[in-house]
């Protein structure tokens, strides 16, 4: 069974800072990877996603990932945070095959400091 | 494109009574999906349908707990009776089903509360 691990449930950073969030997925074939972010009282959107290809991928609100297979890991980052990005992030991961559904991480909240 | 819909946005019942959450997918789209949102259990997906067909309900977490999807345009969530357990966020998201995977677009989600 597919699992995925975000092993942060908090992170504070200051404005401006650079910002790394974890994710380590167990999956028996290629996954899928997404990285989703949730602000208050809203739905989940999608930040960037995984599928094939190069291993560093780019997503809006200038985010980015790096899959990295030997790791099991598929790490988010952002060179300066800015206040808006406090939310709560959610790594997922999907079948490589047809087939649409996720399997979550518990989410780690992003707190950003002044 | 007004998005996945959901209502109501808010709904606090009392114990034993019936609630039904409801999802207008985005236009176009053939996969709905409804997930659970709590702190202790995170976000679980509860049941999926793909051209109105129920495809995985192993989520679903008893028989309380029924959903449909009678056009492609509408899906509704029950839960009778409800239990206070059964306070959390509801989202829906729907998607394209190409074959591959597509990205799922969410609502903004029903915060149920169960006194």
């Known amino acids: 069974a597919q699992s995925v691990t975000q092993p942060d449930i908090h992170i504070t950073v200051s404005e401006g800072a650079s910002l790394e969030l974890r994710c380590n997925y167990s999956y028996g074939a290629t996954p899928y990877l997404f990285w989703y972010v949730q602000s208050p009282g809203q739905g989940l959107q999608l930040l960037l996603k995984y599928f094939s290809g190069d291993t560093l991928v780019q997503g809006i609100k200038g985010f980015e990932a790096e899959f990295k297979r030997s790791q099991s890991s598929f790490n988010l980052r952002k060179p300066s945070v800015h206040w808006s990005d406090a939310a709560e992030y959610f790594c997922a991961v999907g079948p490589g095959n047809a087939g649409n559904m996720l399997t979550f991480g518990g989410g780690t909240r992003l707190m950003v400091k002044p | 494109d007004a998005g996945v819909i959901q209502s109501p946005r808010h709904e606090v019942t009392e114990m034993g009574q019936e609630v039904t959450l409801r999802c207008k997918p985005i236009s176009g789209h053939n996969s709905l999906f409804w997930y659970r949102q709590t702190m202790m259990r995170g976000l679980e997906l509860l049941i999926y349908?793909?051209?109105?067909?129920?495809?995985?309900d192993s989520g679903m977490p008893e028989d309380r707990f029924s959903a449909k999807m009678p056009n492609a345009s509408f899906s509704t969530l029950k839960i009778q009776p409800s239990e206070p357990r059964d306070s959390a966020v509801y989202f829906c998201?729907?998607?394209?089903?190409?074959?591959?995977?597509?990205?799922?677009?969410f609502g903004p989600g029903t915060r149920l509360t169960v006194l």
């Open positions: 349908f793909n051209n109105n067909v129920p495809i995985d």
């Open positions: 998201a729907s998607s394209f089903s190409t074959g591959q995977y597509n990205e799922q677009f």
